[in-house]
Structures are given as C-alpha cells and as structure tokens.
C-alpha cells in the first residue's frame, strides 16, 4: 500500500507539472503580442489605405483623412507613451476615439482597415478622431509584449480621454468609443472606470473573460480545462490579474451610457452569442443590437459599408446633443 501510495503521488505531481508547463506554453503562445504593425497593411496611414486583406478591392478613397496629426499621449500609467493619429473634424464637432484589436497571432493597430475605415467614416461626417496604439501594439511602449485583456490596457484608453480634453479642449459629454474585438474589453473597462464618457460602438466584442478564454482555446484545438492554468500564468508571469477588472463586470455597472452592438453572425473568433449576452445584460434595444449576415470576425465594416456607416453616424448623433 505504502508503495501504491508513493506512485500516485508521483503521477499526481508529474500531472501538476505537465498542467503547469503546458498553462507556460499557451500563455506565451496565446497572450503574447505581435510587434510594431507589419504585414499588408503596415503602410496604411489615415491620408491612404485599402481595406486589404479583407476585401481589397472596396473603394476606400471617400473615407481618406489627409489633414492628420502623428502624436504622443501618456498612457495614465507612468512611463508608458501611446502613439496616436489625431484627425481634425469640423468645428464643434464631438469626438470619437477608435481602439484597435489585440494583436495576437497577427499585428493589429491604429494602421488596421478595421480602425481606419470606421474613423473615416466619422470624420467624413465632420466628427474629431483619434486613432490610438494600445501599450505593447503599433508604435506605443512596450511593456513585456503580453497582453492583459484590457486590465492594464484600460489606462491607456483613459489618458487618450484626459490628453482630447486637455490637448484639443474636448468636452467630456462629447467624447464617444469606438472598439473592436479584444480592445473591446480595454474600452468597456475604461468606461467602467469613468462613467462621464457617454458612449460607445461595439464591433464583435465578448463579455465573459474566462468563457472567451475557454472558447479561444477549443477553437485553437487545445483542452478548455487549460483556461484556469493561463489564467494563472498571467498572475506570476507578468503580474496580470485578469479578474481584477472584466467587461462584463464593467457592463453590469453601467447606468445611462449608450451602447450599440454589431457583431456578424458567422464569427469564428468570437461567437456572436457574445453579442447577445452583451445585449441580455445591458437590455439593448432591437434599434442598437446589429446581428448582419454573411461576414465573419470584424467583417461587416466592409461587407455592409453603406449600412455600416448610416447605424455609425446615427449613433454617435447623441454626442451632438450632449
């Protein structure tokens, strides 16, 4: 008996091991961030690009934004600087700030056609844009390379917030969210945190962290029940508590800011059920709740142009009224 036991507490340690070192590999593979913004688009800027690679032969020279300014905003966390495009609009306009993806597996940035196209959009409709890098994406500060799912992230959306009011004379009131994807999370938790900011668009985000998390891994062909372990990781690799700070518990706070929700039916990446777990929480109105057909992961922006841009203007209307 004394040796039965010896071995299964040897296998159980063992199997400690091989859970803690496989959590060790996903998380680096899974959370780590894809430098600078290479690839197709690394060469779009607010003045000119194209909409590749998702739909390279749409037309995207009605949505140029010439007269643009490179800048540098401090993140609210020390030390860290974002760089930004900031695109003028008509005078007295309201702003909106765009917050890109998360650039794991492939880069993603302020030079994305899934930023850019949405900003002129707005900014054709006279509105102020700004295009931000999120720490460790694009051209901004590096701190590690790893993602936090918007829990550190959010400060960085934060001081974008406080440099339009201090920098451009932005009105709180008048300052609306643009995300997308994973920087949906950065955005909603930053609202969270500051409930002055009085809207916010919503392309493909997803609410529950640990769910998205065990739904990512499924999908990438690894065992959910790895989830916890990554999650682990991120708390004694780089100090990240992925609890500290959701969407979801953002969302479950909010009192009368508005949200609209667009999300394409055919996500592989992130389900669109995140769409209607985003809308059962919140309550959100037929009248801001998208479901469109036929597109995939942040696809309706190209798939749905003309439509895309009516439901954007409209929304962000209630910023002129603020």
């Not at 961030?33 to 197709?40: H, Q, R, T, Y």
């Not at 490179?70 to 005078?91: H, K, M, N, Q």
Request: proline share 6%.
């Amino acid at each position: 008996m004394k040796k039965i036991g010896i071995v299964v507490g040897i296998v159980a340690v063992l199997a400690v091991v091989a859970y803690m070192g496989m959590s060790v590999v996903l998380y680096n593979t899974l959370a780590t961030v894809e430098p600078k913004c290479a690839g197709e688009f690394a060469d779009n800027t607010p003045a000119q690009f194209t909409a590749a690679p998702f739909m390279p032969e749409l037309d995207t020279s009605p949505y140029f934004m010439p007269d643009y300014e490179t800048v540098e905003i401090p993140s609210r966390d020390a030390g860290i600087t974002l760089s930004a495009w900031y695109v003028a609009g008509d005078s007295g306009k309201p702003t909106v700030m765009v917050v890109h993806g998360l650039g794991v597996g492939a880069p993603d940035c302020k030079h994305q056609p899934r930023a850019l196209l949405p900003a002129g959009i707005l900014h054709r409709a006279g509105y102020n844009v700004l295009l931000i890098d999120l720490r460790n994406h694009g051209d901004s500060t590096s701190t590690g390379g790893k993602w936090a799912a918007g829990t550190e992230e959010y400060r960085d959306v934060l001081g974008a917030w406080d440099w339009l009011q201090s920098e451009k004379g932005a009105v709180p009131a008048q300052i609306g969210l643009l995300a997308y994807s994973g920087g949906t999370a950065s955005a909603l938790i930053a609202m969270g945190e500051e409930p002055r900011i009085p809207a916010i668009w919503l392309d493909s985000p997803f609410v529950n962290i640990f769910e998205t998390i065990s739904d990512t891994l499924e999908a990438d062909g690894y065992p959910r029940f790895l989830a916890p372990g990554g999650i682990l990781m991120a708390r004694l690799m780089s100090g990240y508590d992925l609890y500290a700070r959701t969407p979801e518990n953002a969302v479950r706070g909010f009192t009368d800011q508005a949200v609209f929700v667009v999300h394409c039916q055919e996500d592989a990446t992130l389900p669109v059920k995140y769409a209607q777990d985003m809308s059962d929480i919140l309550k959100l109105s037929a009248d801001h709740l998208w479901i469109a057909e036929g597109c995939g992961h942040v696809q309706s922006v190209f798939n749905y142009l003309p439509d895309y841009e009516q439901k954007l203007t409209s929304f962000f209307s209630i910023l002129s009224a603020s």
